[in-house]
């Protein structure tokens, strides 16, 4: 039986995508491993066994490239047919680092997609233009920032909305651990903070939006995020590494939904946190988030709590802006231990292309908390 | 406005879940990263801004241990109140390991969890009896294998699913890199395997199951799933850490589909590939599987194509078993470049409560698939 495998009866198209990966060891190890992708992402058997023809020949991944990068590190270029993926998300993804992510010494350094891969993925409904044109803000830099700390009562919350959007803030997203606990269920604190942003914007004059976190199971999510739609919520905030990045996609396809979204980058953490393993964090917060349907992607800032560096903070930023399947660009959202002194010199990095995002930081600069939301604004206006 | 935050409002049960983190450092930094966890994975929030009351005292999490591994490990557990997780998955997992995975240095390596939390977090739909009710095979350990290589047509595939039990497998699922690709659409493809197997049945007495992958983004998962249901199919195969952790949950509540769950590793290998950061693999592939749903896990054996050790393997199938939340216990199911030459180590080493998956390794052992199967049946049998 399995001597007898036919070659695929549906003619492939040709077209390819490329992926880059690095690899660790010595230049034997990385042909070997290099051989080894390219079987394991794609037919995960035997190659001996496997027939001639179309199967062995175009589906089986094809290496492309192989350079060496330093004694112990190798950048090789692989490519797949396009329709290994199915023209879908979870598809892609696992073609490009399914079962190899379970093998150390192997990263994923970029993608290189083809239009014809947006086929059967949408990516970003906004994007940056989308998102401006909702904002009324078309050149500057954009301003974010959290609605903290997880056990507030409600009111407190919407008192705080009321306050960063009588600043001028432009974007209210719920801290991605409020959920839909006891102490702040999900429906009455949308609508309660959303009401709040509402009557600050009717005041002010301003745009301000409310993205609260949908963050949930299966279609829970799709459930809170049509709450928050019905409740005057202007954009969502979503975890795609706890609620899934297929689930991100959706969200962004469903026309009843129709608001931008934040993706946030809880629990991705374990893919960024090696140089020998796992996603390049430009690859993850940039490329896998815009297909996956975020208008803006938020990623810890170099210089915050957390461990990227600025050339990953450079790397998220190209590849949030740079060609993808012809997708539109988004935002990055660099955050993470932010503080308004920063200010200036992010804008120098980042130019007028971002999303500066300072949660805690806004309540250690000072005691009057719109005060602060007009000191950040004013910098990034003057930008 | 932030002086004024008050205590929570709700007032809190008390009851206190407990998570086990192994910390690299020195002790000083071991007892400093310990707090930060303590803050980052709840308020996240300046602690010296935080009112006193229930949300320092409670919601913050709590250090109730720490001890010495070696010179430069510790061990650490956390507690948190139940209510931090909204009694729902994934924001259960954001308490958990959310931003702290964007952090190096720090590993997940037990969740001690009341059965208050499965109030809302519904776990294995089936279980190891419910799927051994289901399979009628109540002693002995279960058998499985895929059907592959991607790229064969429908007909090729339903051959070989015809061939498999004939031979007295008892779970065919599909590969998991067979989606929705024109060269074998799903539902196609699921019919005509769910009916080659039908028909095996009929003719061996037997109850073999076949478990198509329905992976895909979002809904289009759920879909999948119901019409694998439809077409006859006795399970199903999804990859969480593409489809997303909820789904997979909710696949596992949904009564409208009501069939075993096999959880495939793929695109999760980053979390388990350092011992000084990420998941601990009995966590991830124990316990969090067990807690999204699956009836089943799947993972790469120690001595395969990667990397995992017998330590590894112990402390999932232990955590599989062992208690958690008052969930059913579900099968361990070792993979990843087994042999038929190996079944007698691996039962030794699990013991019958396992499902042992054997993919190319079928293939490789000899010309007729279905003698290959029948020999891998008997040496479970004899155990």
């Not at 190659?47 to 020949?57: A, C, K, M, N, Q």
């Not at 050149?139 to 009111?155: Q, S």
């Not at 946030?264 to 993850?284: E, K, N, R, Y």
Request: glycine share 10%; proline share 7%; charged share 20%.
């Amino acid at each position: 039986m399995p001597r007898s495998h036919q070659a695929v009866f549906v003619p492939l198209s040709g077209e390819r995508f490329r992926v880059v990966y690095r690899i660790r060891g010595s230049e034997d190890q990385a042909h070997a491993i290099a051989r080894d992708i390219c079987v394991e992402q794609t037919i995960e058997f035997p190659l001996e066994l496997t027939p001639v023809g179309d199967l062995r020949d175009h589906i089986v991944g094809r290496i492309e490239e192989l350079d060496r990068l330093d004694d112990s590190h190798w950048r090789v270029v692989i490519s797949y047919a396009v329709e290994t993926t199915g023209f879908e998300l979870t598809q892609l993804l696992n073609v490009v680092f399914g079962n190899f992510s379970l093998k150390p010494g192997v990263r994923v350094e970029w993608l290189d997609l083809p239009p014809s891969l947006a086929r059967g993925i949408d990516g970003p409904r906004f994007g940056c233009a989308g998102l401006r044109a909702r904002l009324g803000a078309w050149r500057r830099p954009l301003l974010c920032t959290a609605l903290k700390p997880m056990g507030l009562p409600i009111d407190r919350l919407a008192d705080l909305a009321y306050s960063f959007a009588r600043g001028g803030i432009d974007v209210i997203k719920d801290d991605h651990g409020l959920a839909n606990q006891p102490f702040a269920p999900f429906d009455e604190r949308v609508q309660r903070c959303a009401d709040a942003v509402a009557r600050a914007n009717r005041e002010t004059g301003l745009t301000c939006i409310y993205a609260p976190n949908v963050t949930a199971p299966g279609d829970a999510a799709v459930r809170h995020a049509r709450y928050a739609k019905s409740a005057g919520a202007g954009g969502i905030l979503i975890s795609p590494g706890l609620a899934g990045l297929g689930v991100m996609s959706q969200l962004a396809a469903d026309d009843g939904i129709d608001l931008p979204i934040f993706s946030h980058p809880s629990f991705l953490g374990s893919f960024i946190t090696s140089p020998d393993q796992g996603i390049a964090p430009g690859v993850l917060f940039g490329q896998i988030a815009r297909l996956a349907g975020a208008d803006a992607s938020i990623y810890p800032n170099y210089g915050g709590r957390f461990s990227l560096t600025r050339e990953d903070c450079r790397a998220i930023a190209e590849a949030a802006a740079g060609p993808l399947a012809g997708l539109a660009p988004i935002f990055p959202v660099p955050g993470g231990g932010m503080t308004v002194e920063r200010v200036p010199e992010l804008l120098e990095f980042y130019g007028p292309e971002v999303i500066l995002l300072i949660g805690g930081g806004l309540h250690q600069h000072g005691p009057d908390l719109t005060e602060t939301c007009r000191d950040f604004r004013r910098l990034v206006e003057r930008f």
